[in-house]
């Protein structure tokens, strides 16, 4: 297998909050940075509006890594990052129990300037799904 097939199998999920983390991913455009082509960013309102199934689902459709960018305690919702923590608790046993290594599923905190910590944080889930190849759910 080609080098250049294998990224192509590592997808990247980023889901990024409107009011911190997706401000955060622009700021990397408008600085010229750039972040490996395997990246697929999500504007959302807030990650805890999405149910523990959802990422399982999306391992199981060949995201190999998914990154939650959210505004952490400074959530504009009142008691929506407690909510996404607790719940991501359950999807970590949930994949435990169906054998994914739970690196692939990462929650960090970017504000809306954060360009470096968006970048290592992108750099460094691409590093391990590199690594660790896609996952391969057995049938």
Known sequence: MSPQV????????????ETCAYPGA???GQSHSTY???????????????????????FKKGISGI????CGEECPYEGAYKAL?????????????????LKRL???????????????EV?????LVQELGPHQFKA
């Open 26 to 28: 622009d700021s990397v």
């Open 106 to 120: 990462r929650l960090t905190a970017i504000c809306t300037v954060c360009n470096r910590a968006f970048l290592k």
């Open 85 to 101: 923590a607790k719940r991501l608790d359950t999807v970590f046993k949930k994949m435990k129990a169906l054998g994914i290594n």
């Open 123 to 127: 750099n460094d889930m691409n590093q």
């Open 6 to 17: 294998k990224k192509e199998e590592n997808k990247i999920l980023i889901l990024a909050t």
């Open 36 to 58: 490996p082509a395997n990246t697929y960013i999500l504007r959302v309102k807030a990650p805890v509006l999405f149910p523990e199934s959802f990422y399982i689902d999306c």
């Open 67 to 70: 990154i939650i960018m959210s």
